[in-house]
C-alpha cells in the first residue's frame, strides 16, 4: 500500500536527506579529530575502540539514510512531472 507523496513533501524530503547525508559526511571528518580528546577521558580509554566504532556506524546510518531519502524524493519528484 503505497501512498502518494505531494511535489512540496518530496522537496521538504530532499532538503532533510541532503542534511542527513552532509551530517554523516561531518561525522567521518570529525572522528580523528575528536578520537584523541576521548582516549584521554579515563573512564573512556578503555572503550575507545568501541566508540570509535560507534561512531562510524553512526555516520553510516546518516550517510545511507540521507541517500536513500535523496533516491526516494528524487523519484517522487520525477514520477509527478508532467512532461514524463
Known amino acids: 500500500m503505497a501512498t502518494e507523496i505531494t511535489p512540496e513533501k518530496a522537496k521538504l524530503q530532499l532538503i532533510w536527506g541532503a542534511a542527513l547525508l552532509l551530517a554523516g559526511i561531518g561525522v567521518f571528518f570529525r572522528i580523528p579529530q575528536v578520537m584523541p580528546q576521548i582516549r584521554e577521558m579515563t573512564q573512556l580509554a578503555?572503550?575507545?575502540?568501541?566508540?570509535?566504532?560507534?561512531?562510524?556506524?553512526?555516520?553510516?546510518?546518516?550517510?545511507?539514510?540521507?541517500?536513500?531519502?535523496?533516491?526516494?524524493?528524487?523519484?517522487?519528484?520525477?514520477?509527478?512531472?508532467?512532461?514524463?
Request: with cysteine; glycine share 12%; proline share 3%.
Open 46 to 84: 578503555a572503550v575507545s575502540g568501541f566508540v570509535k566504532f560507534c561512531f562510524y556506524f553512526m555516520g553510516v546510518l546518516l550517510v545511507g539514510g540521507g541517500a536513500r531519502k535523496i533516491y526516494f524524493s528524487v523519484q517522487a519528484l520525477q514520477s509527478k512531472r508532467p512532461d514524463a
